[in-house]
């Protein structure tokens, strides 16, 4: 079987997304594409995240959190707002998605996405450490899709 994986229709791995996507635009997620999710998963998490806001943020600033994806989702589209999964808070202090708004520079977001053997019995009050410390032994397999947003 092959493996995990995640694309977006709207950029390629490693390059930029479309402005429409962040915070000061339109702030919707961009279209994503899942396939070859393994047969023993039960849910996917989903976790994008801002590794450059370290320096200007004092921390990895999160975007967007979802689980409990059900397994077979094979698209999740633009402007997603999940009925069957959960959306937890984004550093914004807002459920759901927070798109891109680097401060000081073109940053690079991390589109995490976690197949698990289990649903994750969380409130939409978790952060990204509860989801994870939740999540870490549950991990059958991973794919990350990254981006870019200009300053």
Partial sequence: ??????????????????????????????????????SDAESLLLIVDDPDAEEPAGKVWDHWLIWNIPPDTGRIPE???????????????????????????????????YALDTTLDLSQAADKDDVYDAASSHVVEKAQLNGTYPA
């Fill in 1 to 38: 079987m092959a493996d995990l994986q995640l694309r977006s229709s709207a950029f390629d791995d490693g390059e930029r997304i479309p402005e429409e996507h962040g915070y000061s635009a339109a702030n919707t997620n961009p279209p994503l594409e899942v396939e070859n999710v393994p």
């Fill in 79 to 113: 402007g997603w707002v999940p009925d069957e999964a959960t959306e937890g808070q984004n550093d914004f202090g807002e459920v759901g998605w927070g798109g891109p708004s680097p401060p000081d520079r073109e940053h690079t977001y991390r589109f995490l996405l």
